[in-house]
């Protein structure tokens, strides 16, 4: 007697608009804590930036600093030189980045990423079709280019679905937090509960900065109910 075979789905490599929600209910099908999110706040946004040097300089310009910071700054250098190009960032002097709100150390990497551009060392249009490790490897040369950084653009700009930013400390809170973990966790142990997730991983954090901002709001709306 022949029995039927079940054939797997795979899951994509990437996420896009047209199965985001559905790569959601797939991981709220695996993990309750995932679940709870969407019941409790709903999918959360699908966060993407375009493949440029203008979202290289914004990701390295969030290194350490609030979003708000970093959206600052940005908008500082565009107002200066209307479009962020190698040319126009190459041309500004250390004052006139310093007066972006750019502080020397992220001056000196964005000037490097512009000429890594400017002189073919680094083709973004390339980057796309290239796997998430080779990626990796060439930006990793940039200077102050970290995993961070690369975690970011793949997972925003290049939309790999299995990524998780282990230096992301907002992920990184927001999991502690949903799954009642111990706040001293290690990063190896942290990195083995997200495997679960896999392939995943990308759509999962979205869920969890979701969770994280959405938490957020809540406290300062108690907050201000408080003082009312």
Known sequence: MKTKKTVKKALPEVFNQENFYRLCDHLAGLDEDLKLILDKH???PMWTRENSLETLVHIVLEQQVSLASALAALNKLKEKIKIITPDNILQLTDDEMRACFVSRQK???????AQAIKSNEINLEVLPDLPSDEVRKILINLKGIGNWTIDV?????????????IGDLAAVNA???LKKLDPEMNREALLEITHNWKPLRSVASMMLWHYYLSQSKVKKTEKKQDRE
């Not at 001056?107 to 990423?113: A, F, L, P, Q, S």
């Open 42 to 44: 709903g999918y959360p």
């Open 107 to 113: 001056t000196i990497y964005i000037r490097g990423m």
């Open 153 to 165: 653009y793949l997972m925003f700009t290049l939309q790999r679905a299995d990524v998780f930013p």
């Open 175 to 177: 999991l502690k937090r």
